[in-house]
């Protein structure tokens, strides 16, 4: 979409969804991350409860989807919904000042998420 056509709320809940850094190789991104988070966002505000719903929504609103991202290979499937919501760093919703604050928000690496899944069940 053309951003001169883009209204400034919305354009504003894109550039926040740009921030994270996606550290997946882009060759092997089906799903670029700001589709995903807008499905998600969008999805729930629609009142959709998990990820089952979000997917579902996705695929009946795609169209409107297309309308602010390309979604070229669609909406992914709820599976691959929750392994990317969950590889999101929790740290997101705590304030980035302060001592030991990253300033740039990022993906939770799969080992480091692993660790941490071994470590809570222990």
């Avoid at 209204?7 to 740009?18: C, D, E, N, V, Y």
């Avoid at 919904?81 to 799969?110: F, Q, W, Y």
Wanted: charged share 30%.
């Amino acid at each position: 979409m053309d951003p001169a056509f883009v209204k400034p709320r919305t354009r504003s809940l894109l550039q926040h969804l740009s921030v994270l850094k996606d550290p997946r190789q882009p060759c092997k991104v089906m799903y670029p991350l700001p589709e995903v988070l807008l499905l998600v966002v969008c999805a729930t505000m629609a009142d959709c409860d998990d990820y089952d719903e979000i997917a579902a929504w996705g695929e009946a609103r795609l169209a409107f989807l297309r309308r602010f991202r390309p979604y070229h290979w669609g909406v992914p499937c709820e599976d691959w919904l929750r392994v990317v919501m969950n590889r999101i760093d929790p740290d997101l919703s705590r304030p980035a000042s302060g001592p030991g604050r990253r300033t740039e928000p990022r993906l939770r690496s799969p080992d480091r998420h692993r660790r941490e899944d071994l470590a809570a069940h222990s």
